[in-house]
């Protein structure tokens, strides 16, 4: 039993007794006072001590959870700086999640069955987290086989920021005709009849995809709580423990935050979330943020839900596109409003993050940014950034650090590097986003994913972009020089996010006095070969003392859950990511792995039936496919 007191540690009656005590481990602290440790104790959310199993005798009481990690690598709790967390929990047991499936015919086979229990008037939907490159086949589904595996129920898929494919009961539910007029930045393409043929491209503006899929029913009442709730114990299994909300398109403030607030204050939140706010009407985005200033302040909030700042637009007209399959977009002149939202905020207190996939959006916001600054209107104390800078510049980078600016990049080039390649060339690739150049000029850099409508919101598997340089199709983009070791990736994913946020001083390492937040990991991610990377889960997380995530050994000891609702959800019969063997294990070591499982089975049995748990007499398998 992994949470009873053992080699010594007896509970004794004391004021100081932590509620939780991780021992006999391998913990990585981030603490360059104390790298490396055996335990640590948790006590009223925040670490009381770090050290080894003796330290840890006079800070067991009665109800402390003593927890075993069995010698695994403990790491403290990841923070994703960019994740879609808000909406993505609003909507994620109606998706069915293609993150991590290896091949396209298993990927159309779990559609097929999920379009058989979805009722009338609903859709499947499949949202982000994957790209054509990760499948054996190499492709994407066609409009035929979506209408195959479901004739009668609407199917949405939305490929990236590049596309969409839709079957025919959902051109359909959209309703999409002849005589639907192509949108500014979109293409419906058509067929020699001028009908919609079912596919959707972004050319380059996604906002035709995304007012599609805003077109399928939406979750209500106590489903979204349900919803998100599920979904934060889906990112706390792969070791989350914090995101930084970047908002997005369709996420209205406050009526879409009203579901994570009411968590919040009912103390059921597993994940910490800083939260920004985006204004959604293009024309009102001053008066807007104008609103919000009057409303609430950065800050606000606690430990476990606060306001951040503005972004990651501040205005529509600046914002550039990041769809790699076309030329990049041609902004018109945005600068004047841009001018009077950034004063406004600097002027009130308010930091900001901007979306900016290109240098040439970059350059045009830096000056602006210099204007003020040259008048003492800008930085003003306030923190502010840039996200995802896939092309920016070594010059940029340095104007950036000249105002005090930072940056928070994203594995966006795990799921489309092959397009990132074919359009600008491998060498551009190398750089893109130039993540040594920033750290050697001293920036903050955060790491995240940008889930959950393009990347996986799998942490890991941006790890292994940073650590690698190589997509989820296996392409190596990144060159040797702007990889990053694995002690400083797991820092990007922990401390960068944190001072992102202005909490470096509580959060992203294991520290006294710094949040309890950990994660026992499956697999050692100092030592594991690089490509399981990918393949790394949490077995236990824990975030203030409480684990919100349990499997394995620890199945058991995390909160329960509400059963998902609807009953029909994808997840609640796929679940979220779909794991796969770790590539490193050969067909042979499957063999012999199967085998000792097999052998360790019938020990385990045979010890059972000895101490009277179960009959003695071994019970028969029966396989129809040994069946003559």
């Known amino acids: 039993m992994a949470t009873i007191p053992v080699g010594g540690l007896i509970p004794v009656a004391t004021d100081t007794a932590a509620d939780v005590v991780v021992r006999n481990a391998k913990v990585y602290t981030a603490d360059p006072a104390l790298p490396h440790a055996d335990a640590v104790a948790i006590r009223n959310g925040r670490v009381t001590a770090v050290g080894d199993d003796a330290d840890m005798a006079p800070l067991i009481g009665p109800r ?22 808000i909406r993505g929990g609003l909507n994620y047991v109606l998706e069915l999640r293609w993150d991590g499936v290896p091949s396209l015919r298993q990927g159309l086979a779990m559609l097929r069955e999920q379009a058989g229990r ?66 500014k930045g979109g293409q419906i393409v058509r067929g020699r009849d001028g009908e919609p043929t079912g596919l959707l491209l972004a050319a380059p503006s996604a906002m035709l995809l995304y007012s599609t899929l805003a077109k399928a029913p939406l979750l209500e009442g106590a489903d979204k709580k349900t919803s998100t709730l599920h979904f934060l114990r889906e990112l ?39 939260y920004h706010l985006f204004p959604q009407t293009p024309g009102q985005e001053i008066a807007d943020l104008k609103r919000w200033i009057e409303m609430v302040r950065p800050g606000d909030g606690d430990e476990w839900l606060r306001l951040n700042g503005a972004g990651e637009n501040l205005t529509w007209a600046a914002a ?8 990049r977009p041609q902004l018109g002149s945005y ?43 800008f930085p003003a104390g306030n923190r502010w950034l840039f996200d995802h800078a896939e092309t920016v510049t070594p010059e940029s980078l340095d104007r950036i650090a000249a105002l005090g600016g930072a940056l928070s990049i994203q594995n966006r080039l795990s799921f489309q590097g092959e397009a990132f390649v074919r359009r600008y060339g491998a060498a551009a690739a190398e750089q893109a986003p130039p993540v040594r150049a920033m750290l050697e000029r001293g920036l903050t850099v955060g790491a995240g994913t940008d889930a959950t409508r393009v990347s996986s919101y799998n942490p890991w598997v941006a790890l292994h972009w940073l650590v690698s340089g190589k997509t989820v199709g296996d392409l190596t983009i990144h060159s040797p020089a702007n990889r990053v070791d694995r002690e400083t990736a797991l820092a990007l994913y922990t401390q960068g996010g944190a001072k992102l946020t202005g909490e470096e001083d509580v959060k992203g390492i294991l520290r006294q006095g710094y949040y309890g937040d950990l994660a026992i990991l499956s697999d050692d991610f100092f030592t594991v070969p690089e490509q399981d990377i990918p393949h790394i889960e949490s077995l236990l997380t824990v975030v203030g003392g409480r684990i919100v995530y349990a499997t394995g050994e620890y199945e058991g000891l995390d909160e329960e859950l509400p059963a ?18 770790k590539p490193s294990i050969s067909g042979a070591r499957q063999a012999e792995l199967l085998g000792q499982a097999v052998a360790e089975s019938e020990q385990h049995r045979q010890w059972r ?14 396989d129809t496919c040994f069946v003559l």
Do not use: C
């Not at 402390?64 to 967390?85: E, F, K, Q, S």
């Not at 998902?564 to 063997?581: E, N």
């Not at 039936?609 to 029966?622: L, N």
């Open 64 to 85: 402390t959870r003593v927890v075993d990690a069995l010698g695994r690598r403990v790491v403290p709790g990841l923070n994703d700086a960019h994740l879609h967390v």
């Open 118 to 183: 979805t009722p009338k008037g609903q859709w499947v939907r499949v949202v982000g987290g994957w790209t054509a490159d990760q499948f054996a086949e190499r492709r994407l589904p066609t409009v035929a086989e979506l209408n195959a595996a479901a004739p009668d129920t609407p199917v949405f898929l939305l490929h990236l920021y590049q596309s969409a494919i839709l079957n025919r009961a959902a051109l359909q539910a959209a309703g999409f005709t002849k005589d639907t007029p192509d949108p």
């Open 236 to 274: 706390n299994r792969f070791g989350l423990t914090s995101a930084i909300d970047a908002a997005g398109g369709f996420q209205n403030f406050p009526d879409n935050y009203g579901t994570v607030t009411e968590l919040a204050k009912e103390g059921r939140l597993s994940l910490r979330i800083a």
């Open 320 to 327: 550039d596109f990041e769809n790699f399959t076309e030329p």
């Open 335 to 377: 600068e004047a409003e841009f001018e009077e939202a950034v004063h406004l905020l600097s002027a009130n207190g308010w930091g900001f993050r901007l979306h900016a996939t290109y240098d040439e959006t970059i350059r045009r916001d830096l000056a602006v940014f210099e204007k003020l600054a040259a008048q003492g209107l």
């Open 564 to 581: 998902i609702s609807p009953q029909w959800s994808p997840v609640a019969h796929f679940g979220g990511y779909q794991a796969t063997v």
């Open 609 to 622: 039936a000895a101490r009277g748990f179960i009959p003695e007499e071994r019970t028969e398998i029966f």
